[in-house]
């Protein structure tokens, strides 16, 4: 339904010049009201507004809204919609908050379905959403609108693209602004130390791990170096990394059942425990301290430091380092980047892909132009222009953006190939899913200290993991 409203001119002051420009009385709140865009970000978009700054007010024209499915209303306009809304005054914006569906007791497939009850245009979802959405028929493929409007796929992250198609089945059914990859950080002058070659692109968990070996040090704790650091430091986590990149699970979600206690999880946990076993000394496990400033978090990061060879993290690091150097004057390592670990039988495939907001428009929606508008301009060259200026510690989908700050050519890891699809997981088992985290990370524990075997923990993760399933159930 179109809506009319009368448009309101005004000012926008920019350094010592006056633009005029042409909103809605509500564009005009939202753009200001609202401080979640930073005043850089603001200025940029102005700025390449110009040229179109000399068009004559109308009196009246028509609107076209469209609804977004969202976590909240300040965070997409303060994200996307704002610089949206000043790009296209002619489409109205309404978000449909699921936050406000969260607020009012509903697990996430509840609060899904409320929000799409009231019919949005255009999703913000995960990429387990994305499967499922896709698979149920709830998203418009959004290849007949890229063909008509010759809309550039080049431009993107081929390793995105083909995530997108093979979680949805064949087809692309969303676009995503960004997305995730680990990577493997190494710190040079160590292994020029030890003689070592650099990590390589295509070394499995194996590999990695024996070469970290070679960094064991028995030292005084302040000057010790380690071999690798993992983003987790409980020895759980790095198993299920393990598994992951091997295509392993240790629930299946669609039978309901727990696959722990497997021959190819015993294998997996008996690395993982010989590894974290005090006789190794080798992988650094960071002290819990008290949250302080990002000052005191550079000064006692380990990597940042220069006293761990090794560290999989994903593209944020890259900014802490930098940050690190040129903030607080810390001489940080020498360093570069090789492909996060991979699995011998398919050394190609990049595990550690992943997106977490991919944007689709619900194949029902009547605004199908509008809500393409939308995806057309979140993942173009514009707003991945100003997008990069004002948060560098994000890896854009659209290429040419991420990275050149630092030094690093990162064409590897936007090309690299995705696993065949992406696992999903039901969102409403979030409670038993973590209550068994919980349990899996105390027995891996118990098996590191010595008070159990890897066995008796595989045992215990199990039959007590089962449970907590079908209690849930």
Known sequence: MLKWKKFETFVVPLRSNEY???????????????????????AALLAALLPGCDKTEKEETALATIKVAFDNEGSFLGQ?????IAKHPEIE?????????????????????????????????????????????????????????????????????????ASGGGGLFGLGPAFSTSMLYYNKDLFDRIGASYPND????????????RFADNGEEKRRVYGIQMRDTAPFYLATEIGRTQGLALYDPVNGKITADT??????????????????????????????????GFSTDAFINGRVAMQIRGFDLMDELQKAKQLYGIETPNWDVAMPPVNPRDPEVNAG???????????QSPRLDEAWELLKYIHGDEYARIRSRSEKNVLLTRMGYSG????????????????????????????????????????????????KTVEESLQTIQLQGQQMWDQAQ
């Open 404 to 451: 050149s700050s630092f030094g690093r050519d990162l064409d590897k890891f936007y090309n690299s190939k995705p696993p065949n699809s992406a696992a999903t997981t039901d969102p409403n088992q979030m409670a038993s899913i973590l209550s068994f985290v919980k349990l899996a990370k105390e027995e891996v524990e118990a098996a590191v200290n010595g008070s």
């Open 202 to 213: 295509q070394m499995s968990w194996n590999d990695i791990l024996q070469l970290a070996q």
């Open 93 to 165: 914006i309404e978000v449909v908050s699921l936050y406000e569906q969260f607020a009012a007791g509903k697990n996430t497939e509840q609060a899904f379905e409320a929000v799409m009850r009231q019919a949005p245009d255009v999703l913000a979802l995960n990429m387990d959403q994305y499967t499922k959405y896709a698979a149920e028929g709830r998203l418009y493929d959004l290849s007949p609108l890229i063909a008509r409007d010759h809309f550039d796929l080049d431009k993107l992250a081929p390793a995105v693209i083909r995530l997108l198609n």
């Open 263 to 296: 021959s190819a999880w015993r294998d997996i946990f008996r690395t993982v425990v010989l590894a974290y076993s005090p006789k190794a000394s080798y992988i650094y496990r960071p002290p819990l301290q008290p949250g302080g400033s990002l000052a005191d």
């Open 353 to 363: 892909l992943d997106m977490q907001r991919i944007f689709a428009i619900s194949s």
């Open 80 to 84: 996307y919609g704002e610089l949206f």
């Open 20 to 42: 005029t420009f042409i909103f809605t009385t509500q564009q005009k709140e939202r753009l200001f009201v609202h401080k979640l865009v930073s005043g850089f970000m603001l």
